[in-house]
C-alpha cells in the first residue's frame, strides 16, 4: 500500500486536518478502513482513534484509490463532529 499526498487542509476552527490523497495498492483489493487509519496514524504520528476515514472512491479495475480522511487533534472533537457509524435499529411495529 503506497500513499501519495494530493492534498492538505488544516482547519483550526474544527480542531482537524483534512487530508485527500491517492491510494495504489497493487496486487491486493482495495484496503480496509482499519488499516487506512493506522497506515495514516503511522505518517502522521497520531493515534489510529483519531482518524477519521470519510470516502474510498475506487474505479472499477484499477488498483488505485482516492481518499478523504480527517485527522481530529483529541477524540472529544472526533465525537462530536463525526457521525455515527453502523446499522440503524429499525423502530417496533405495534401489534394490531
Avoid at 73 to 88: A, W
Amino acid at each position: 500500500m503506497e500513499i501519495g499526498k494530493l492534498k492538505e487542509i488544516e482547519m483550526p476552527l474544527l480542531a482537524r486536518k483534512r487530508i485527500k490523497f491517492d491510494l495504489e495498492h497493487p496486487g491486493s483489493s482495495t484496503p480496509s478502513k482499519q488499516a487506512l487509519k493506522e497506515e495514516i496514524a503511522k505518517k502522521y504520528g497520531t493515534k489510529p482513534e483519531l482518524v477519521a476515514i470519510r470516502h474510498i472512491y475506487t474505479r472499477f479495475g484499477l488498483q488505485k484509490a482516492k481518499v478523504i480522511a480527517n485527522i481530529y487533534e483529541d477524540e472529544k472533537t472526533l465525537k462530536y463532529l463525526e457521525p455515527p457509524k453502523g446499522k440503524k435499529s429499525e423502530p417496533k411495529k405495534a401489534a394490531k
